[in-house]
């Protein structure tokens, strides 16, 4: 078993499972994550929970933080990926 959080990056989109490593991470928080796509800002729609091993897509990808009230407040949105954040 591996522990995982769901995220979402958009609103009705699929949701992905990342590593929350040791951080406390819970449904409705948002995150920034690297993906294929570069650096993202999405919404946890799953709380840390385990799953089977053979469900996750090795190597999982770590959080790599929690979004702070910067990314909400800068306008920042789900989806609008690297550019958006680098901004910030």
């Given at each position: 078993?591996?522990?995982?959080?769901?995220?979402?990056?958009?609103?009705?989109?699929?949701?992905?499972?990342?590593?929350?490593?040791?951080?406390?991470?819970?449904?409705?928080?948002?995150?920034?994550?690297?993906?294929?796509?570069g650096?993202?800002?999405?919404?946890?729609?799953?709380?840390?929970?385990?799953?089977?091993?053979?469900?996750?897509?090795?190597?999982?990808?770590?959080?790599?933080?929690i979004?702070?009230?910067?990314?909400?407040?800068?306008?920042?949105?789900?989806?609008?990926?690297?550019?958006?954040?680098?901004?910030?």
């Amino acid at each position: 078993m591996t522990k995982v959080i769901g995220v979402r990056f958009r609103t009705a989109g699929k949701v992905y499972f990342f590593d929350p490593l040791q951080l406390e991470i819970k449904r409705g928080d948002h995150v920034i994550v690297e993906t294929a796509r570069g650096i993202e800002f999405g919404t946890v729609v799953a709380g840390v929970h385990e799953v089977e091993d053979d469900k996750v897509i090795q190597p999982l990808k770590p959080v790599m933080r929690i979004a702070g009230e910067r990314y909400r407040a800068g306008g920042c949105q789900q989806g609008e990926g690297k550019g958006s954040l680098q901004d910030l």
